[in-house]
């Protein structure tokens, strides 16, 4: 980096100290000048020196008289010294903290030439305006009902003035009911406007945006949707995430943490993590796409029974997850799957995605995939034969993981080596098994030991699967908010057996939203 040309270097002072400041196209850099001061004191001369990125500038511009905060004690020479030096610029930065947040800093420069310090604004923001992939204009769907309810005054107070500082222009639409951002970007939105799409919510608010965008874009390339070996069309608009539900999940997997500034600041910088998208669908009806987890039997009976407690905010997940631990249902039905194949990696060989991902950077192409899927349907029209696998059993619960689905309750997720953009989801069967160890499987999803330790539970990384019930007779989902008939639970017993059969299925959780439909396929 330091043999990269200097577009500019001055001698600036910065509290009250003078530094040397330089910048390159991809570094600014500054350190203290007066040598003589560093020998005397002992200190080494790069414990003086700083360094930011340039394409982690937030924004450079003038800085007025009073911007600069001051001390009590230090007012009376800081303002003999502004008077010397009357003239200032402010570079607001990325600032790295602890456990992936990031903090929007700055460093305020003083000058003594007008002329010199407007050079050191224009210039370093043309090297800005050379980062094409920065946003300057976004549209804002904000849910004020999700999680806590404090969706409007986190991007208000923490988000808004992070966007404006960077020069970021914003419409913000504050959403009204459920789907109201879906609908607005299917029909209404002028996206042509935009270069993405912020939702400020948790992971039913980021789905809701999802379906409307991807939705749109099928639409504006006439794709059919319900045909399940069609090819989508990526989307050209990103959507940004600003976490504000109770456990976005979505945003926890990519970013690492659930901080609405660090958020922000990755909008603005213009980074962007690529995402598997699966398609569900019933024959050939489209049902819904997921980016997280698909769950049946122990995860659809605890959305379905939460459904029925909304009033009770978040804490309607623990009381149903309790109840239907307790139940202790099982489900027979059939899975078939065609498995991944090629450098693609193992849901048990702990390489866990991050940025820079070998197994994302070399997943093929999606072309390639659907070539290769088409061929593989010729061999095996029929889905039950050739290289997909059929498993017949009873299950306690069947999920499936298209990324780790990590969050604060649980670090590593339900699947940690689950990949973000390798084209595959990790799907996970739970068989029958006793209560307690069912609860030794959950248990392992909130520390570091190995949730795919156990005998009862197989988990494969897969392109496509389907699942058919022994029992199917759902209809819609109306049935879903009917009362389940009473039944009372299962004994507590640690024998291997005990479990309640139920006659009736289960129901499909999508990211948190029911499915009308038990009988699936995904792709």
């Not at 099982?330 to 450098?343: I, K």
């Not at 499987?441 to 494969?460: A, G, I, K, M, P």
């Amino acid at each position: 980096m330091d043999k990269q040309a200097k577009l500019l270097s001055s001698r600036l002072f910065l509290k009250l100290r003078q530094v040397e400041v330089v910048l390159n196209r991809s570094v600014l850099t500054w350190r203290e000048a007066d040598k003589e001061r560093k020998r005397s004191s002992g200190i080494s001369e790069a414990a003086h020196g700083r360094s930011v990125q340039v394409c982690e500038i937030v924004a450079v511009g003038r800085t007025e008289d009073g911007d600069d905060k001051r001390t009590r004690k230090s007012r009376k020479e800081a303002k003999r010294h502004s008077q010397l030096y009357p003239y200032a610029f402010t570079v607001s930065f990325v600032m790295r903290t602890r456990q992936h947040q990031w903090r929007c800093s700055e460093v305020t420069f003083h000058c003594n030439d007008q002329e010199l310090c407007n050079q050191w604004v224009r210039v370093t923001n043309e090297q800005l305006s050379l980062l094409t992939n920065r946003p300057k204009s976004l549209l804002v769907y904000i849910n004020p009902f999700g999680g806590k309810r404090c969706g409007k005054r986190i991007y208000e107070q923490k988000v808004a003035p992070v966007f404006r500082r960077a020069g970021i222009s914003t419409d913000v639409i504050v959403t009204e009911h459920a789907n109201h951002a879906r609908d607005h970007l299917k029909t209404e939105a002028n996206l042509d406007k935009y270069d993405g799409v912020v939702c400020v919510g948790g992971d039913g608010m980021f789905s809701e945006i999802l379906h409307g965008l991807v939705s749109r874009t099928q639409t504006d390339h006439g794709v059919d949707e319900n045909q399940p070996d069609a090819e989508l069309v990526s989307c050209s608009l990103r959507i940004g995430i600003i976490p504000a539900g109770s456990t976005d999940c979505v945003c926890f997997a990519t970013v690492g943490a659930n901080d609405p500034v660090t958020s922000a600041l990755h909008i603005i910088v213009g980074d962007s993590q690529p995402m598997d998208v699966c398609s569900v669908h019933h024959d050939d009806i489209f049902l819904r796409y997921s980016v997280s987890l698909l769950g049946y039997g122990f995860y659809g009976d605890l959305m379905t029974d939460s459904e029925r407690k909304r009033w009770l905010g978040p804490a309607r997940y623990d009381l149903s997850g309790v109840k239907t631990f307790l139940s202790h249902n099982y489900y027979e039905g059939t899975v078939s799957f065609l498995p991944a194949e090629g450098n693609l990696g193992n849901p048990k060989d702990k390489l866990q995605c991050r940025s820079g991902c070998r197994i994302c950077q070399h997943k093929p192409s999606s072309k390639d995939q659907h070539s290769e899927m088409s061929d593989k349907k010729e061999k095996s029209p029929k889905g039950d034969s050739g290289d997909w696998n059929v498993i017949h059993g009873k299950f306690i619960a069947i999920n499936a993981a298209t990324m780790s689905c990590a969050c604060p309750r649980s670090p590593k997720g339900m699947s940690p080596s689950a990949h973000l953009a390798d084209g595959t989801t990790d799907l996970i069967l739970v068989r029958k098994c006793s209560r307690l160890n069912f609860f030794r499987h959950l248990l392992r999803h909130t520390n570091r030991n190995d949730q795919f330790d156990h005998s009862f539970v197989e988990v494969h990384r897969v392109r496509k699967f389907r699942f058919q019930p022994k029992h199917h007779r759902l209809d819609s989902l109306e049935d879903l908010s009917e009362p389940l008939q009473k039944k009372g639970f299962s004994p507590i017993c640690l024998a291997q057996t005990t479990c309640s059969y139920s006659a009736a299925h289960s129901s499909w959780t999508c990211d948190g939203e029911l499915l009308p439909h038990a009988a699936i396929q995904v792709r």
